[in-house]
C-alpha cells in the first residue's frame, strides 16, 4: 500500500459475532501498512469489543450512532472516501441487511453511499451459514461484486467443527490490500527466496545468520497482491508467511539451490532476497560434537556454498527478470554501490537491491532503505520506508523498466 502521504481509506464494519476480536487483529494489521483505518461497528458488535478498543486500535473516532455528529453526515463522507469497506465478522443479520439494502445503522448507510469495493468475511455457525436465506442474501451480494473471504472450517464457538470460522485476519487483510493495488502481475509467475539459510555442523548445532526474512515475505507478499502466482522458497522464517502462496521449505543452501533451480524454471521473475550460508560445513557429524573431546579451539572446515544467484543467472531463460540482494556493511553509499555493481555483472543478474545493513539497521521489521542497480542504467534508484512498503517500490520499479 502507498505510504502515508497517500495512505488508503478503510473502513473496517464490524457485525455482532465472538468473531469480533479477530477484527481488532485485522484492524491492527492495516493500520500497520498504512491504511486510514474508520471502524464502524453495529451496536451488537460494541457487546462483543468495546469502543475504547477499536479507537485505540485504529487511532480514528469511532461511532455506531448514524446520528453522531450529523452536520459532517457521516456516513455519505466515510462511504464517499472509502477506498474499501471490509465487514469482518459479517453476521447472517449483517449480510440479510445488505442484501436488503437496508439502511438502519451507519454501516448499511455507509455501504449504501459507497461505490468502492466491499470485502466481506462472514463468521458464524454452519447451520446459519447453510441455511437457504444466508445462500440467497449471499449470492445477491456476491452478484452485486461483493468479494467474499472465507468462512473457513473449523473449530467453532461451543466446540463443534464445521464451516463457519471467520478466516484470520492476515488472510483479509492481504484480500482488502489486493484490491487497493494494480493487478499488474497478473498472469506472472513469480519465485521469492526468503530467510537466512542454517548450515549443521552436528545434529544440534548450525551455522546461521541474522536473517529474519522479513525483506523476502514481504516481496512475495506485494508481488501476490499484485496478482502473480507466487512461489515462496523459505529458510528458517521468523515471520509468518503471507498466505495464497505457494510455500516450499528449503533450510540449508543445498536444498535452497534445488527449490530456486526448480522453481525458476517456469518462473517470470526470480527474486533472491534470501540470505544465504557462504561456507558449508564440510563434514556434518551424526552424533553430537562434545567440547571435552574438542578442546579450547574448534575450526570446522568449511567449504563453499553454492552461488545460488550466479546459477540462477547463468541459466536464465530469455525473457526472465533475476533479482538479487546483497547485505552491505560498508557506510559509504557510493562503496556500497560499487560492490553490487560487481556482483550484478560477476553473477549476470539483471537487478541487485543493495541493503545497508549493522547491527541496528536492516535485519527485522525496520525501516529500510535499498538502492536498486539495473544492468542497464548507471543511474541508481534508492525506495525507502517499512520492508512492507519497500517491497511494493521495488516491484513497481522493476515493472516500470
Ligand atoms: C454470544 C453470541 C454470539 C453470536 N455470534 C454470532 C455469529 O458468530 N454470527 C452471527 O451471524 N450471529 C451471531 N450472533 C447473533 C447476532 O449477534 C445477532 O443476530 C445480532 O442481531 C446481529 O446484529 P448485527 O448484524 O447488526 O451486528 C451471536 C449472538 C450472541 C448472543
Not at 455482532?16 to 492495516?30: C, D, M
Request: some cysteine; proline content about 5%; charged content about 20%.
Amino acid at each position: 500500500m502507498p505510504d502515508a502521504a497517500a495512505a488508503p481509506r478503510i473502513v473496517v464494519g464490524v457485525a455482532g459475532g465472538i468473531a469480533a476480536y479477530k477484527a481488532v487483529s485485522l484492524v491492527r494489521e492495516l493500520v500497520r501498512v498504512g491504511a486510514d483505518v474508520t471502524v464502524v461497528p453495529t451496536e451488537s458488535a460494541l457487546k462483543f469489543v468495546g469502543r475504547p478498543t477499536w479507537e485505540a486500535v485504529s487511532r480514528n473516532k469511532v461511532s455506531d450512532d448514524l446520528f453522531d455528529d450529523v452536520a459532517t453526515v457521516r456516513h455519505v463522507a466515510l462511504g464517499r472516501s472509502a477506498d474499501a469497506i471490509v465487514i469482518a465478522p459479517v453476521t447472517a443479520h449483517t449480510i440479510a441487511s445488505l442484501a436488503a439494502g437496508l439502511a438502519g445503522n451507519l454501516l448499511g448507510t455507509t455501504v449504501l453511499a459507497s461505490s468502492a469495493p466491499l470485502v466481506l468475511a462472514p463468521a458464524m455457525h454452519t447451520e446459519m451459514w447453510e441455511h437457504p436465506s444466508v445462500r440467497a442474501n449471499m449470492a445477491t451480494l456476491i452478484a452485486r461484486g461483493a468479494t467474499v473471504v472465507g468462512p473457513e472450517t473449523g473449530e467453532l464457538t461451543g466446540g463443534d467443527v464445521g464451516a463457519g470460522r471467520m478466516s484470520e485476519p492476515e488472510a483479509i487483510a492481504e484480500v482488502v490490500q489486493s484490491l487497493l493495488v494494480p493487478q499488474t502481475l497478473v498472469g506472472q509467475r513469480v519465485v521469492v527466496s526468503a530467510g537466512g539459510t542454517r548450515e549443521p555442523i552436528d545434529p544440534v548445532r548450525f551455522i546461521g545468520n541474522r536473517s529474519s526474512g522479513e525483506m523476502g515475505v514481504q516481496l512475495a507478499r506485494a508481488a501476490r497482491a499484485r496478482g502473480a502466482e507466487v512461489t515462496l522458497v523459505a529458510a528458517n522464517l521468523e515471520v509468518p508467511p503471507p498466505t495464497g502462496v505457494t510455500l516450499v521449505d528449503a533450510p540449508t543452501a543445498a536444498a535452497m539451490r534445488e527449490a530456486m533451480q526448480e522453481a525458476a524454471t517456469t518462473s517470470d521473475l526470480v527474486i533472491m532476497a534470501a540470505a544465504v550460508a557462504d561456507w558449508v560445513a564440510a563434514e556434518p557429524t551424526q552424533e553430537k560434537l562434545k567440547k571435552t573431546e574438542l578442546g579450547e579451539t574448534f575450526s570446522p572446515l568449511l567449504h563453499r556454498a553454492p552461488d545460488i544467484l550466479g546459477e540462477l543467472g547463468a541459466s536464465k531463460p530469455a525473457g526472465q527478470l533475476v533479482v538479487g540482494f546483497s547485505a552491505e556493511t560498508a557506510v559509504d553509499s557510493d562503496q556500497r554501490e560499487t560492490l553490487a555493481r560487481e556482483k550484478l555483472r560477476a553473477k549476470n543478474v539483471d537487478v541487485m537491491c543493495v541493503n545497508q545493513v549493522s547491527d541496528q539497521l536492516g535485519f527485522g521489521n525496520v525501516e529500510t532503505i535499498v538502492t536498486m542497480i539495473h544492468h542497464a542504467s548507471p543511474q541508481s534508484r534508492s525506495v525507502t520506508g517499512s520492508k512492507h512498503s519497500v517491497a511494493g517500490q521495488i516491484l513497481d520499479a522493476l515493472l516500470d523498466r
